[in-house]
């Protein structure tokens, strides 16, 4: 059985829609889905975002389960203008497996291997991104990676960290991050995220091109999802 995280169930929406026979199973007092990919058997944990929340879910989903191994999906923020929204990334710094053969399973899907950075907040301006890029030499951030990286070590599991992009230095946020998503509360503040935009409609047309290319990402991520489940191993 293959093990397959995200931070978020929007970013898993597309890959669950493509799984048959699914079900809900607990591991360890967390909820994971359960389902299949042809004729693979997956399950899929939403881990939360950042350190706390994601620590606490990774462990516990794997002290009750054995994996061949498991794959670390979801959005990513790229550090430099040569990621493009939409673009597939394999950490090269956090991935176990095979990079070679990974990227063979890609033959039709343009893919990058560069390293991943773990951060503990989001990271919005291009100040930011390109400190980051300059003292890290990473390509791109997420704020989960190397806490699964460290329990996947824990428990002797490959990992494949995979993610697509969907924030770049010329593509940013449409909002200050804290008004996209309350990292404490684990979801967006309604009233918070009303407020900025009430406050400053000249953003909106910004926050629907930002929901499309969420869209677009999820299902470039989706479908790279289920043909490297099909190929892989």
Do not use: W, Y
């Amino acid at each position: 059985m293959i093990a397959i995280t995200f931070a978020l169930p929007t970013e898993s929406a597309e890959f669950l829609r493509r799984l048959r026979n699914k079900s809900r199973v607990a591991r360890n007092g967390i909820v994971a889905i359960h389902g299949m990919i042809e004729n693979r058997a997956v399950e899929v944990l939403h881990t939360g975002v950042g350190a706390k929340v994601c620590r606490e879910r990774i462990m516990k989903f794997l002290q009750s389960q054995q994996f061949e191994f498991l794959i670390s999906a979801g959005f990513a923020g790229a550090l430099n203008d040569q990621l493009q929204v939409g673009d597939l990334l394999v950490a090269k710094n956090f991935s176990t497996v095979d990079l070679k053969q990974t990227q063979s399973s890609f033959l039709d899907v343009p893919i990058r291997a560069a390293d991943l950075l773990t951060v503990p907040t989001l990271i919005d301006s291009t100040g930011e991104r390109t400190k980051l890029a300059r003292t890290g030499g990473a390509a791109a951030v997420d704020m989960e990676t190397e806490f699964i990286a460290r329990a996947c070590a824990e428990h002797a599991l490959p990992l494949l960290s995979l993610r697509v992009i969907t924030d770049t230095p010329i593509q940013p946020f449409p909002a200050p991050p804290n008004v996209l998503f309350d990292i404490e509360q684990q979801r967006t503040d309604i009233s918070a995220f009303a407020k900025f935009f009430l406050g400053h409609p000249n953003r909106i047309p910004a926050l629907v091109k930002f929901a499309r290319r969420i869209t677009r990402a999820r299902k470039t991520l989706g479908n790279a999802l289920v043909k490297v489940i099909c190929r892989i191993g």
